[in-house]
């Protein structure tokens, strides 16, 4: 099967509404919302670093849709569309088939249609580029937190680390904590309702995809404020929770791959309903520099950091 | 040097004009422009198959943008940024400033931002979507020609397939002629001012990338007509002139990596005149399939196919 071919078969629709012109041509043809911004994000995944060669096909096809969506999510972001770009060690019909019907899946329930992208042969890479809409002045930033607001987050964190340590031999779990788990690392769901659902609500937002502390602490510098962090009040499975506690801080902290959203809204603003649980985590404050505490109020000596993708 | 330490040291720069929040959010804001369309393309380039790992890294980062750019050229459309998604074996700071260095050469004098992207760790792999914008139905499609359309081509063709063949040891050049090929080869220039000034004039047209023969054959099938290509009417440099005729044929039909454009328009139109030498190869017949013929009209057999990247 040669490169037409590949595409037609699996990645060619007839396009979609709102696109003008869909895969086929030099270029995909949108037409904009009269009105709104452009939002634009792109996620390049590797194996080894941001999937295993054990991961079925349809699940990468999923999570490499949903980590950009997430991005859109962060954002508030409707999404419009997206491109793919493929770099494949050989034509595998099996594992393009199952790719195709994950990337697909999600893609529906998103109402984000693959629009267009590239095929070569290489060392295998999948590479996503989102574009999204938000009404003028009301895309989610990183800058907005003020002192005082408060910090949530939707979801559990860490099931996806704790996933990976399994994967690594380091820990141990029985059948279905490990699908648990694992489906938490592979088939995560960018939070797009959410997200929309706090345009004009929270006051910054970012996703956790390198780690809480990280990326809170994005949020932080952005907007040029501190916070303090409820270490007890993060959210967890419970099959995280049965862990050890210096594993499940590791985990929750500095996991990364969550795909949740972190947000700050000031005290006691109505926060929206969309059926995902949110979880008070802790305080914006005027002091910079992000002080994790116990339920006691004690201060949590970590030595964490958040992921890196050249740290040694 | 950490991976956000790269980012803010080689890719970012302040937000450009049109840009709301440009690299360091979740997502890259964007201004469109009220009533245009947005256009959006992708590709990828992986050592070995798009570039050798020979080329100089500024080089490198100028072909990896003007290879997305030339499809942006081919729809017509005005460039408004692009994203950036890099995956490198290490951090290689003297490599990563040549290739920044190429790459926002091209985008400064594309008027094309970059606008986010991201960066991870991998074998070399560089992917660069890119974003337009061109009026409602103005958009240059392959669709669009019609029996009787005259076949058009700018710039030359096959001197980046001429290089090629110097790199892999079956032509020896002279070290000027060397150096003139393996310009083309390495920095195309994507022709923006023409396909802009082709909206209105052109049927349809198509950039260069896979060779002739296959992206005018595209142009075909999308169009559901044939053509007749007169291959001594080719635009070749005095460096492939002086080749062998099996070679030069090679080179133009089937060379790729021209980024040229190739377009289709009324007979007798006016063509504009954009600096960019525009040479008549051919017409648009309605017998399907594309008849080479030489300056006599005699038929040219040539066995040759477009180059396809999972064809054995």
Partial sequence: MGEFDLIRRFFQRPAAAGVDVGVGDDCAVLVPTPGARWLVSSDMLVEG?????????ERLGHKALAVNLSDLAACGATPRGFTLALALPRVDEAWLAGFARGLWALADVSACPLIGGDTTQGPLNLCITVFGEAPAGQALLRSGARAGD???????????RLALEVFRGTVALDGA?????RAAMECPMPRLALGQALRGVATAAIDVSDGLLGDLGHILAASGVGARLDLDALPRSAVLAAQPADLQRTCLLAGGDDYELVFTAPRGVRLPDVGVALTRIGVIEAEPGLRVVDVRGDAVEHGLK???????
Avoid: K, Y
Wanted: no cysteine.
């Fill in 49 to 57: 670093r941001h999937f295993l060669s054990t991961v079925a096909p």
């Fill in 177 to 181: 904590g490990f699908e648990t788990v």
């Fill in 306 to 312: 958040s992921f890196d993708h050249f740290a040694s």
């Fill in 150 to 160: 408060e910090i949530w987050v939707s979801g559990r964190l860490g099931d996806a």
